[in-house]
């Protein structure tokens, strides 16, 4: 079975659970944090990732860690996880955990390149265009790209729209380029 496939399945049990929970935000947070401790302690990443380390202390080391920092029940999936070897998806099962509950709750997550860190209220007006456009709740997640010179590029999906300085640039050196010379 193809990651994608493993990782939506589980993603999907926990979406569903969330929502029988009412805890949708709650387990996108504490997957989240899951994720944030296995990147500040890379020791303890490979440990919980190692197919030689025994499932048993596997649990045992989650249950040591995470008790009493996230919910019982997201604490039995990632033993749930453990048992049937899943443990590598965490991160696939995060994001696929995400994409269901952004089109749950009819967000859209537009990732916006610029040059520089965009001030608070070219962010506010980006944000109420794009919303007035999709009629979707948006999110932005911003980076900085010196090299963009001027503009923005927006990524929404696998859809990119650039109206960057650098494409113009670009598109002016290349009609430059065509030009005979005499």
Do not use: C, W
């Not at 202390?57 to 996230?70: A, H, Y």
């Not at 443990?87 to 967000?107: F, R, T, V």
């Not at 209220?121 to 980006?126: F, G, P, S, W």
């Amino acid at each position: 079975m193809r990651q994608s496939e493993v990782s939506r399945r589980y993603s999907f049990a926990l979406f569903e659970l969330a929502k029988e929970e009412d805890k949708l935000f709650i387990f996108r947070d504490e997957l989240a944090a899951i994720l944030q401790v296995m990147e500040e302690y890379p020791d303890l990443k490979k440990l919980l990732l190692h197919p030689r380390t025994k499932r048993g202390d596997k649990k045992l080391l989650l249950e040591r860690i995470f008790s009493g920092n996230l919910s019982k029940e997201l604490l039995n999936f990632l033993k749930l996880l453990t048992d049937r070897r899943r443990e590598s998806y965490l991160e696939a099962i995060y994001q696929d955990y995400l994409d269901l509950l952004n089109k749950e709750e009819n967000i859209l997550e537009i990732e916006v390149f610029s040059a520089i860190s965009l001030p608070d209220d070219l962010r506010n007006k980006l944000v109420e265009k794009l919303t007035a456009l999709t009629g979707s709740r948006i999110s932005i997640k911003e980076k900085v790209d010196p090299e963009i010179i001027g503009g923005l590029i927006l990524k929404i999906g696998d859809r990119i729209i650039d109206g960057s300085i650098r494409k113009d640039l670009e598109a002016l050196k290349n009609k430059i380029v065509q030009i005979p010379v005499s």
